[in-house]
């Protein structure tokens, strides 16, 4: 069957670390992966997209990665701040064109 | 900044009632989508339109969900009659294409049936 897992642990990390957050996926076959964050009682809200030929997309602290032989994309939050503080989702499109949330992982970056 | 805008923000209602859940799209966007999302589910897709017209309704149940758009400016989620397994925070998202173009959100209709 199909699936997306993100780690359903929380992730809790210190202030100006690197948070390293895993989307994995089986029986896709993806053209496109998004990253959203959804902060508590918000909507979720969308940070990157990497499609497939990329292997990597950047966008301020924000690193992406998407390695479609091992089924993986990893979302790294570089000087990790408080602020980051939230829950990111990972997102595909099935073969249906329908876009695929997986359940999230939340971060938690102390002070 | 455009948001996507849904009414009301919270709603607890007794089972057995209608219950209308409203989405203002953000001008210009021609996609609209209706999510719910649970703890144990997660963010699930119910339906979408593009151009106003439904495409997929698939993942609503259909003896008790409607989904329409009765305007480009206004897109409408019904549960009639409710159940206390509806209790959820439905999304409303829109986009300028459905493709890969990113969603945007609303903040959501956090549902409590009793």
């Known amino acids: 069957s199909q699936k997306i897992e993100q780690n359903s642990e929380a992730l809790n990390i210190q202030e100006g670390k690197t948070a390293t957050l895993t989307c994995n996926y089986t029986?896709?076959?993806?053209?496109?992966l998004q990253w959203y964050r959804q902060d508590p009682g918000r909507g979720p809200v969308f940070l990157l997209l990497?499609?497939?030929?990329?292997k990597e997309k950047r966008k301020e602290r924000l690193k992406v990665t998407f390695d479609t032989t091992l089924k993986q994309s990893l979302f790294h939050i570089t000087a990790s701040q408080p602020a980051d503080s939230a829950t990111y989702l990972c997102?595909?499109?099935?073969?249906?064109?329908?876009?695929?949330f997986g359940q999230g992982t939340e971060l938690s970056v102390k002070p | 900044d455009a948001r996507v805008t849904q009414t009301p923000r919270h709603k607890v209602t007794e089972m057995g009632q209608e219950v209308t859940m409203r989405c203002q799209p953000i001008l210009g966007h021609n996609t609209v989508f209706w999510y719910r999302q649970t703890m144990m589910q997660g963010l699930e897709l119910l339906a979408y339109f593009r151009n106003r017209a439904p495409l997929d309704d698939s993942g609503m149940p259909k003896d008790r969900f409607s989904a329409e758009m009765p305007d480009a400016t206004l897109a409408t989620l019904k549960i009639q009659p409710s159940e206390p397994r509806d209790s959820a925070v439905y999304f409303c998202?829109?986009?300028?294409?459905?493709?890969?173009?990113?969603?945007?959100f609303g903040d959501g209709t956090r549902l409590s049936i009793l």
């Open positions: 990497i499609r497939e030929n990329e």
């Open positions: 029986n896709y076959s993806p053209a496109y």
């Open positions: 997102a595909l499109y099935n073969q249906g064109g329908k876009l695929i």
């Open positions: 998202a829109s986009a300028i294409s459905y493709s890969n173009q990113p969603q945007h």
